[in-house]
């Protein structure tokens, strides 16, 4: 057994050695842990545990051999544990780390061991162990009891806490939302309650831990979360999910009693934020990117200055408003801050200096923080002052300038009691400052005057025995001594006694150097002993504060957060949104993160009034996803609080985004694509309502073409008529598009392409009405498919037209279709905005275009043939008019 006891020591348990004994106690105990037993400088793993860790850790195992035999064993250095905890962690084991807990020297007999820190990937509060800016969560669902179904709406509780901040958090719901809200908390670890179904957690992309049935029993889980919060406040299910949580938690941390940073347990309702499920966040690329080089949102977002300002920024896109007076008063201080670009640099280059606040009142509290904590603590406390000066005056970030209080008493606590630079350790002393503790300078006096009087020494002796080469020195084993060569022996005086005898040397002592020395020891030691007393004394004041240095923590990351969004803003060009419109009004709009890395984006306009079904029709990689997409980031950064990218923008208030689209296709639970599309457009079609925004990307092609089509043609029949949801629907499908006719609010939309000698070049510009081509076959060739495959599937598209009658609902290349994108064309800004030709206009005039347009027979035309004689005839107009080319122009 890798975790718990080794199974060949438990067989031999009564031959073990009094140390493995007690190795082979604690491993049963900690029996779903990989233990890692202190002795000396490593943590050791003994038998098959020691193969394991060897392996995952790349360290050597070693046979060792005692009375009772041989085995293996494995040791991490205590020094450099973290890096192979790491390890450990990444290889999806839990840790138990088995401390010395008693002074070795002190110790009769076998020293005490116990586990002093369980570390899992949930759990883990080591900086070195944790990505900064983020959150690891651990998180429980849970049940009240099985089958307790009360009230359908709150039947699980679903808590979440961050072990390293303290951050908690409960609500309740029913099976979809705590899939949703695993989904938005992405929890490194999860503790599933004995009552709750499998299948409900399905969709967890972590860690399961197992827990003791007993931990999730109401009235056990309610005994701990008392100790956070006032119980009754939540409902059952959420006081199990929490209780046990909290229980867990505190098991992780060593076992000793409540968590005092974990300060409050919020209750949220996920309703009051803008709803992202897991294919929302997954689709818009939030936090994640497909392509795994790929940016995502966050990265582009992400400006802030501190790992508070870039959690919180997490945090805000996780879960967008949807109160409109909160959103507001984003955007007035996301505005406040881009007008004032002295206020947002000065903010900023103070916040620089900002450590982790909550990870330190998290150690603080764990009575972990070092002496280089504390001061980390003061000198984030020392740029507040800074910040808080910037903001003066600025109405509307005058809130949370007030909240910024920089906890003056404290900082000068830590600076009057702490040097400024510590040591690392602890219980070595240099880390109390002179004239902070009475009792502590007066022994420092005592050893410096030791000190100094041995210093002088030298001297004294030389000029009191005549031994001109007399040293005196010290040396850890000996202590002090006075060196005299072997040739000056003669004139040692009779006070001297031998110490040590050197080759050419010998070493005495004297009474008085004796007694100094233990002097000097005696108060070098009571000074460390005295210095931790006092620094763990701090500690603990400073960590009676620790509701105020939560609150402080908030309004950093608030300010970090907000100037970020502003700078993001300025740079980028954003606008602010002028929010509550009826529907989604983009003017020249980007996609955030696309325009980034494009070498030119083309803007986008949107007019999507409420309850519009936009279908989008145009070639493959003509841009219809990534417009899409941009919508649907627009609102939500809107939501978030961030300003958008587009000239100008009006967006309603969304209460859910749902997305289905393209890159959904990894099948992670075995489900067929089709399968999984199905139940994702089963999720919108449900849920949707008037104040949704829905993304459908090619609903239906992971089926027979005539299933497909069917099937997306009845999603949007539905979307207009029963979920009134705010739609784009991009499809190949171009046989729907004339659903634009029967409903009112369905509406086509394009993306065109020109082609010229066979090569496509896409304009990425959305234009009304439905396409006309697919350019299927040229967007394969241009992916590199082999020519004669290319040349193969030009001739089936042929002959496929041909034999098209047009009357199947159509996704034939019709030649009405034809006929359409060359009225789009001439009605969408292009030819229509050409001055008209005059009829006598330079060479090839006007009556021969004119000519050659009429001579077109449509009817035997490709809409590719269609589309460059369009290019073609409109070129001529322009240069009959004296004017630059469209395609120039552009
Ligand atoms: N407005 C734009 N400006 C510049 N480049 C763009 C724009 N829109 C999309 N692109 C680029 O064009 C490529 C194709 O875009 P996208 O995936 O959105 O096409 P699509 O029409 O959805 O294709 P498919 O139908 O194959 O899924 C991407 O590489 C994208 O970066």
Same mark, same amino acid.
């Given at each position: 057994?890798?975790?718990?006891?080794?199974?060949?020591?438990?067989?031999?348990?009564?031959?073990?050695?009094?140390?493995?004994?007690?190795?082979?106690?604690?491993?049963?105990?900690?029996?779903?842990?990989?233990?890692?037993?202190?002795?000396?400088?490593?943590?050791?793993?003994?038998?098959?545990?020691?193969?394991?860790?060897?392996?995952?850790?790349?360290?050597?195992?070693?046979?060792?051999?005692?009375?009772?035999?041989?085995?293996?064993?494995?040791?991490?250095?205590?020094?450099?544990?973290?890096?192979?905890?790491?390890?450990?962690?990444?290889?999806?084991?839990?840790?138990?780390?088995?401390?010395?807990?008693?002074?070795?020297?002190?110790?009769?007999?076998?020293?005490?061991?116990?586990?002093?820190?369980?570390?899992?990937?949930?759990?883990?509060?080591?900086?070195?162990?944790?990505?900064?800016?983020?959150?690891?969560?651990?998180?429980?669902?849970?049940?009240?009891?099985?089958?307790?179904?009360?009230?359908?709406?709150?039947?699980?509780?679903?808590?979440?806490?961050?072990?390293?901040?303290?951050?908690?958090?409960?609500?309740?719901?029913?099976?979809?939302?705590?899939?949703?809200?695993?989904?938005?908390?992405?929890?490194?670890?999860?503790?599933?309650?004995?009552?709750?179904?499998?299948?409900?957690?399905?969709?967890?992309?972590?860690?399961?831990?197992?827990?003791?049935?007993?931990?999730?029993?109401?009235?056990?889980?309610?005994?701990? %979360?008392?100790?956070?919060?006032?119980?009754?406040?939540?409902?059952?299910?959420?006081?199990?999910?929490?209780?046990?949580? %909290?229980?867990?938690?505190?098991?992780?941390?060593?076992?000793?009693?409540?968590?005092?940073?974990?300060?409050?347990?919020?209750?949220?309702?996920?309703?009051?934020?803008?709803?992202?499920?897991?294919?929302?966040?997954?689709?818009?690329?939030?936090?994640?990117?497909?392509?795994?080089?790929?940016?995502?949102?966050?990265?582009?977002?992400?400006?802030?200055?501190?790992?508070?300002?870039?959690?919180?920024?997490?945090?805000? %896109?996780?879960?967008?408003?949807?109160?409109?007076?909160?959103?507001?008063?984003?955007?007035?201080?996301?505005?406040?801050?881009?007008?004032?670009?002295?206020?947002?640099?000065?903010?900023?280059?103070?916040?620089?200096?900002?450590?982790?606040?909550?990870?330190?009142?998290?150690?603080?509290?764990?009575?972990?923080?070092?002496?280089?904590?504390?001061?980390? %603590?003061?000198?984030?406390?020392?740029?507040?002052?800074?910040?808080?000066?910037?903001?003066?005056?600025?109405?509307?970030?005058?809130?949370?300038?007030?909240?910024?209080?920089?906890?003056?008493?404290?900082?000068?606590?830590?600076?009057?009691?702490?040097?400024?630079?510590?040591?690392?350790?602890?219980?070595?002393?240099?880390?109390?400052?002179?004239?902070?503790?009475?009792?502590?300078?007066?022994?420092?006096?005592?050893?410096?005057?030791?000190?100094?009087?041995?210093?002088?020494?030298?001297?004294?002796?030389?000029?009191?025995?005549?031994?001109?080469?007399?040293?005196?020195?010290?040396?850890?084993?000996?202590?002090?001594?006075?060196?005299?060569?072997?040739?000056?022996?003669?004139?040692?005086?009779?006070?001297?006694?031998?110490?040590?005898?050197?080759?050419?040397?010998?070493?005495?002592?004297?009474?008085?150097?004796?007694?100094?020395?233990?002097?000097?020891?005696?108060?070098?030691?009571?000074?460390?002993?005295?210095?931790?007393?006092?620094?763990?004394?701090?500690?603990?004041?400073?960590?009676?504060?620790?509701?105020?240095?939560?609150?402080?923590?908030?309004?950093?990351?608030?300010?970090?957060?907000?100037?970020?969004?502003?700078?993001?803003?300025?740079?980028r060009d954003y606008t602010?949104p002028e929010?509550?419109a009826d529907g989604v009004h983009l003017e020249r709009s980007r996609h955030p993160?696309v325009e980034e890395t494009a070498a030119e984006f083309v803007p986008n306009d949107a007019a999507l009034p409420r309850g519009t079904v936009a279908l989008i029709t145009g070639p493959n990689m003509s841009g219809k996803s990534t417009y899409m997409r941009q919508v649907?980031l627009c609102?939500?950064?809107?939501?978030?609080?961030?300003?958008v990218p587009a000239d100008a923008a009006r967006l309603?208030?969304?209460?859910?985004?749902?997305?289905?689209?393209?890159?959904?296709?990894?099948?992670?639970?075995?489900?067929?694509?089709?399968?999984?599309?199905?139940?994702?457009?089963?999720?919108?079609?449900?849920?949707?309502?008037?104040?949704?925004?829905?993304l459908?990307d090619e609903?239906?092609?992971?089926?027979?073409?005539?299933?497909?089509?069917?099937?997306?043609?009845?999603?949007v029949?539905?979307?207009h008529?029963?979920?009134?949801?705010t739609t784009l629907f991009a499809t190949h499908y171009h046989g729907l598009t004339d659903l634009a006719d029967e409903y009112e609010h369905v509406v086509n939309r394009h993306f065109a392409a020109t082609e010229r000698d066979g090569a496509v070049t896409f304009l990425h510009r959305i234009r009304e009405g439905a396409a006309s081509s697919s350019y299927g076959v040229e967007v394969a060739e241009l992916a590199g498919v082999?020519e004669?495959?290319v040349a193969r599937a030009h001739d089936l598209v042929a002959a496929d037209r041909d034999g098209d009658t047009g009357d199947d609902g159509g996704d034939s290349l019709v030649a009405d279709d034809a006929q359409r994108t060359l009225d789009d064309l001439t009605t969408n800004g292009h030819a229509a905005d050409a001055t008209p030709p005059t009829p006598d206009a330079g060479e090839g005039g006007v009556a021969d275009l004119l000519a050659d347009l009429r001579d077109l027979h449509l009817a035997e035309t490709t809409p590719l043939e269609a589309l460059n004689t369009l290019h073609d005839l409109q070129r001529r107009a322009a240069e009959a008019a004296g004017e630059v080319p469209e395609e120039e122009r552009r």
């Open positions: 057994m890798v975790t718990g006891a080794p199974a060949t020591m438990r067989e031999r348990r009564e031959e073990l050695t009094p140390m493995l004994a007690q190795y082979v106690d604690v491993a049963e105990e900690y029996d779903d842990c990989v233990v890692l037993f202190r002795v000396g400088d490593f943590y050791k793993a003994f038998c098959e545990a020691a193969d394991e860790v060897a392996r995952v850790c790349e360290l050597t195992r070693i046979e060792r051999e005692d009375s009772t035999g041989t085995y293996t064993a494995c040791g991490v250095p205590v020094d450099n544990a973290p890096k192979y905890l790491r390890r450990l962690l990444d290889a999806d084991y839990r840790v138990a780390v088995a401390d010395q807990v008693e002074d070795a020297e002190q110790a009769s007999g076998l020293v005490d061991r116990a586990v002093t820190q369980v570390l899992t990937p949930g759990t883990v509060v080591e900086e070195e162990l944790l990505d900064e800016g983020t959150n690891t969560y651990v998180a429980c669902v849970a049940r009240e009891a099985e089958g307790t179904e009360t009230d359908d709406t709150d039947d699980y509780g679903v808590a979440y806490v961050d072990v390293s901040t303290g951050e908690c958090a409960v609500t309740a719901g029913d099976a979809a939302a705590v899939d949703e809200e695993l989904a938005r908390v992405a929890p490194a670890e999860l503790l599933v309650g004995p009552a709750v179904p499998d299948g409900v957690v399905d969709g967890a992309d972590c860690m399961v831990t197992e827990r003791d049935p007993d931990a999730f029993a109401p009235d056990a889980a309610r005994e701990v %979360l008392a100790r956070y919060a006032a119980a009754d406040r939540f409902a059952p299910a959420e006081r199990v999910a929490a209780g046990a949580l %909290l229980r867990y938690a505190e098991y992780t941390q060593g076992d000793d009693g409540t968590l005092e940073y974990v300060r409050r347990v919020r209750r949220y309702d996920p309703r009051r934020s803008l709803r992202l499920d897991a294919t929302a966040l997954r689709g818009l690329e939030l936090f994640e990117n497909h392509a795994d080089s790929g940016r995502t949102l966050f990265d582009t977002l992400d400006e802030t200055r501190s790992a508070l300002g870039r959690r919180r920024l997490r945090a805000w %896109l996780r879960r967008p408003l949807v109160d409109r007076e909160r959103i507001d008063a984003r955007h007035d201080a996301v505005a406040a801050f881009a007008e004032r670009t002295l206020v947002r640099e000065d903010v900023r280059d103070a916040l620089s200096a900002a450590y982790d606040l909550e990870r330190l009142v998290g150690r603080i509290s764990r009575g972990r923080a070092t002496a280089r904590d504390l001061r980390s %603590l003061h000198d984030t406390l020392a740029a507040v002052p800074a910040v808080r000066e910037a903001l003066d005056g600025v109405d509307a970030l005058a809130e949370v300038r007030a909240a910024l209080d920089p906890l003056d008493d404290l900082r000068e606590l830590i600076d009057e009691a702490v040097v400024a630079d510590p040591p690392q350790e602890l219980t070595e002393g240099g880390v109390i400052r002179a004239g902070y503790d009475a009792e502590l300078d007066e022994i420092r006096t005592t050893a410096r005057e030791g000190r100094e009087w041995v210093a002088n020494l030298e001297a004294s002796e030389r000029d009191r025995t005549g031994i001109d080469n007399l040293e005196v020195g010290y040396n850890q084993v000996h202590g002090y001594y006075i060196e005299v060569t072997n040739g000056q022996l003669e004139k040692v005086p009779d006070d001297y006694t031998r110490r040590q005898t050197l080759k050419n040397s010998e070493r005495f002592y004297t009474p008085e150097l004796k007694r100094r020395e233990d002097e000097i020891l005696g108060a070098e030691e009571r000074a460390d002993a005295l210095e931790y007393e006092l620094f763990v004394g701090l500690r603990d004041e400073v960590a009676a504060e620790c509701d105020r240095i939560g609150a402080l923590a908030d309004a950093v990351a608030r300010v970090d957060a907000l100037a970020a969004l502003a700078t993001v803003a300025v740079e602010r929010m509550g993160v649907a609102v939500v950064l809107a939501q978030a609080g961030s300003f309603p208030v969304v209460d859910r985004v749902f997305t289905r689209v393209g890159a959904s296709d990894d099948i992670a639970g075995g489900e067929s694509t089709f399968m999984r599309e199905m139940r994702e457009l089963t999720d919108v079609l449900h849920d949707a309502t008037p104040d949704s925004l829905v459908l609903v239906g092609r992971g089926t027979a073409t005539t299933d497909g089509r069917a099937i997306a043609r009845a999603a029949e539905f979307l008529d029963e979920s009134g949801a082999p004669s495959v």
